[in-house]
């Protein structure tokens, strides 16, 4: 199993940015894919990014934040990322990590490990 802590969150103006940090722990972090999700009130959850195991593998992004936000990891130190730039107003929710054995999938129904989410709120 591993464990999933986000940090980074906060408040920004629009235009600004913000890092998403996602520490793992137990298992050799190289063994999971991971995703970036988030959600707002009264919304379902909805996929942000996603990376292969191995940082030079697939990368997907919702057309949302393509061009502007780019996921990535370190496996050696046991941590994803989420760097994010020019950031919206409706960019505002909480994020999470999430982490699986499967392959890289925009479906959060595929991932088994989740983080508690960090708030991320964009002022106009």
């Known amino acids: 199993q591993v464990q999933l802590v986000e940090s980074g969150g906060g408040l920004v103006q629009a235009g600004g940015s913000l890092r998403l940090s996602c520490a793992a722990s137990?298992?050799?972090?190289?063994?999971?894919?991971m995703g970036w999700f988030r959600q707002t009130p009264g919304k379902e959850r909805e996929f942000v990014a996603a990376?292969?195991?191995?940082?030079?593998?697939?990368?997907f992004y919702a057309d949302s934040v393509k061009g502007r936000f780019t996921i990535s990891r370190d496996n050696a130190k046991k941590m994803g990322y989420l760097q994010m730039n020019n950031l919206r107003p409706e960019d505002t929710a909480v994020y999470y990590c999430a982490a699986t054995t499967r392959a890289t999938s925009r479906d959060e129904a595929m991932y088994d490990y989740w983080g508690q989410g960090t708030q991320v709120t964009v002022s106009s």
């Open positions: 990376i292969s195991s191995w940082s030079g593998g697939r990368l």
């Open positions: 137990g298992r050799a972090l190289s063994n999971y894919a």
